[in-house]
């Protein structure tokens, strides 16, 4: 290829990036991400970095898996496209859709495929409204969702997203859509304890509900754990709380297991982990490790049924994308396969706890904490008070994800939080080089910021 600083040129010259600010890729130019194997990426400069957050959170087997590649061009051979409207199908969508039905919780044996998760959430504010006007009750239209939760970037997705600066571009919310606070103890937890605050966040869903009115309300939407809002993992009251009070005003539940879903918390979803019954789940990511763009709702057999008694006038041109649905399919067989999942739950995920944990050791180290392969750490400059550091939020985070890069990982920070998300198949060695080198980042960022 081209050499680095040509490619970045026509990069800042053409390429519009997510989530960047232009001026700053002219100024210093994006990293050029060249190849990648097992854990690790390699840049336009031959730099190789230990990928602590799996792409976005997505790459859950893990890189260069090439029975990916051979079943993505066989298919691309046999059959590359074909939509499925207007009653017609093939056969990686059936069986994917099957797949899924099997592996998902109770009654959850439908899916409406999407191309991504901002998507399939997108399907889903028009599938409760659509259901609830189908049940005869068309007043049920409000979704109530979480400050700080990421949903999305359509307009519909971001609306149920609660982050404040995402709504100021565009005019979003679209009407309808409430959000309540997040069950955020280290930060917002004050004199409560994590059980106590856990159910007083939960009980704002039912002062919402009571408030707006229970024949308004529709559903509620929720990450199991909130993923880029700063990996924010609830107290234990926290969801049996949530599904008791759905459950008593019959409001839809909504579990968005893009991130959460297979196996980044042990279990295929986040929601057996929380031990709750949604009506629908929204997935994408993990679905496929990344290595194709495919998302969707896996929905109840009511919601499925009152939906099908007449036409849903909704869908994407990609729903349930041949190449990508063979793509997932096979994604999935290596999950269950190399019980990738029993690996998390029973190997990397106690052995990340632990080493996680000693982090909070670090003079720049509020809170440590992780749930399955999701982790975060809070900075701060004063463990006992948990302030936040005077100048802008997020500098000190943005100063510590250079150090990450600078010490080879790639981790992710959220304001002042660090976060991390590796493929699962990480083994415990390159856990012990990613905290060995987070330490290092961390090491070089309290120096810095001591100047
Ligand atoms: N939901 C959650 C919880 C997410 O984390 C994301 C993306 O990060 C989305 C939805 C949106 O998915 P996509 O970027 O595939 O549209």
Redesign the pocket.
Known sequence: HMPTAELQALDSAHHMHPFTAGNELAEKGARVITRAQGVTLTDSEGNSFLDAMAG??CVNIGYGRDELAQVAARQMRELPFYNTFFQTTHVPAIALSAKLAELAPGDLNHVFFAG????A?DTNIRMVRTYWAMKGKPGKSIIISRKNA????SVG?GSLGGMTYMHEQGGLPIPDIHHINQPHWWAEGGDLSPEEFGLARARELEEAIERLGEDRVAAFIA?PVQ??GGVVIAPQTYWPEIQRICDKYEILLIA?E??CGFGRTGNWFGSQTMNIRPDIM?I??GLSSGYAPI?GSIVSDEIADVIGSGEFNHGYTYSGHPVAAAVALENLRILEEEDIIGHVRNIAAPYLEKAWKGLADHPLVGEARSIGLMGTIALTPDKDSRAAFAGDAGAVGYICRERCFANNLIMRHVGDRMIISPPLVIRPEEIDTLVARATRALDETYAEIQK
């Not at 991504?116 to 998507?119: C, P, Q, R, T, Y």
């Not at 990421?150 to 970037?153: K, P, Q, R």
């Open positions: 976005l959170w991504s998760g901002s998507e959430n990421y949903h999305g970037s997705s990450e993923g880029a968005d893009v991130i929204t994408a990511k998302g």
